[in-house]
Each structure stands twice: as C-alpha cells, then as structure tokens.
C-alpha cells in the first residue's frame, strides 16, 4: 500500500511492469507500483523478496520515503542526532540516517516514553499524517 501511495504522489503511470521481487504475483493490484518502486531505487527488498504482505515499520517507512525524497531531489534537513531516542541502538544501521532526516524535518516523532520504535508497525493513521506534512512542506 505505501509503495502505490509514493507511485501516485509521484504521478508515475504506472504499467503492467514486472517487478523482480520474488514474492510480487504479476496479476497482485500492488504489482505494478512495486515494480516502478524497485525500477526507481525506492524499494530493494531483502534477498530478491518485498515481503508484500508484512506490515510496515516505522523506521522502513522512512527509509522508503528518504529515498523518494532523493529521487525527486526533495531537500530534507541534513542528519543530526539532535534528539536522542531512548532505543537508538535498536534502530537498524541502514534506517538510522532516514530516521534522523524525518526526525529533523519534523516529519517524525518518537513514542510518549522517549522511544522510536524502530520495530513496530507504523500505523495508517502515522503513515497519513506524516505524508501529508510531506506534502505540504516538501512538495513542488
């Protein structure tokens, strides 16, 4: 679902393209907008697979949206470690600076105890907000 939701924010057509993740059926109705996400460097999946029907995390959602940023040379405040999540250390080394970027762009927050939750599931109703302050700050 996020993947079509960065396709059609992109304005993509989007074709019947093949998708090379292993785990995306050609005739799923996401097939497409996973397809021009690989194509276009946003998702790279893990060992040929997209893992399609996991829920999202948090800190994957950002990765995700950092690199559409990148694609569409979107500028997004640099990196700092400003605020310190109270689980730093559990956030994956390839997400931490996506992380951080939407940290600065106030984009994202942590959790009311002080923790990112790298982990956990983001919600449709995080996933809203934080594209729609995307949008209004970020867009062309």
Do not use: H
Not at 21 to 34: G, I, Y
């Amino acid at each position: 679902e996020y993947l079509t939701l960065l396709a059609r924010m992109s304005g993509a057509k989007l074709e019947d393209s093949t998708s090379k993740f292993e785990d995306v059926p050609q005739n799923a109705w996401f097939a497409p907008a996973a397809a021009w996400a690989e194509q276009q460097g946003i998702a790279q999946g893990a060992d040929g697979l997209l893992l399609p029907d996991a829920a999202i995390t948090r800190q994957d959602l950002a990765v995700l949206l950092v690199r559409y940023a990148q694609l569409f040379q979107i500028e997004l405040p640099a990196a700092s470690q400003s605020t310190a999540f109270t689980d730093d250390a559990q956030i994956a080394g390839y997400a931490k600076e996506a992380v951080f970027i939407l940290e600065q762009a106030g984009l994202f927050s942590g959790r009311d105890d002080g923790r990112f939750a790298p982990n956990e599931t983001a919600t449709r109703a995080e996933t809203a907000k934080i594209l729609a302050i995307f949008l209004q700050k970020y867009s062309k």
